[in-house]
């Protein structure tokens, strides 16, 4: 039996109750095919949240210090996660992430590349941006409302998919890819 449903419904069974969690725009995510999840940063728990409320498995790109605490490494590695080094472009987690998503998987990224720590969206890196123009993926952004406290009502929202092909036909680069998929993240946590 794999770890991932198990622990999803451990995760799921602890988080979803505490948080008060609801989800908006599940009809929106592609029930196949390669997808590019981008979504806002605002605490240490979005990955298992993202995780928990995604109708599709999500292999995650997390910062490489994380798999320096020995049991943190086996375990992301059993939930797919693959490391990335911060600050500058890591060439193999490039590649392990265009591998995701050519593999038809879901690759969740947070662009900003760091929690805010006043709850504002933040700047994008241009990994998102190199990730959507560089694959076939559909692009989906995501946004958490906060904040996460306990017993009160905690909000993702899926949006609708980009429209990704007029942006690779224009050549434009990663970085402005990355500045549009963050304006749409904004939009969703201004609705």
Known sequence: ????????????????????????????????????????????????????????KVLFMAKAELFDVPVLKNLLKNFGTFPVKRGGGDREALRAGLKVLKEGNVLGLFPEGTRSKDGQLGKGLPGAGFFALRSNAAVVPCAIKGPYKSFQSLKVVYGKPLEMEKYRQEKISPEEMTAIIMNEIDKLLKD
């Open 1 to 56: 039996m794999s770890l991932y449903p198990f622990a999803r419904s451990v995760v799921a069974g602890l988080i979803k109750p505490t948080y008060r969690i609801k989800v908006e725009g599940l009809e929106h995510f592609p029930k196949e095919g390669a997808v590019l999840l981008c979504t806002n940063h605002i605490s240490n728990l979005d990955p298992p949240v993202v995780g928990v409320t995604s109708p599709r």
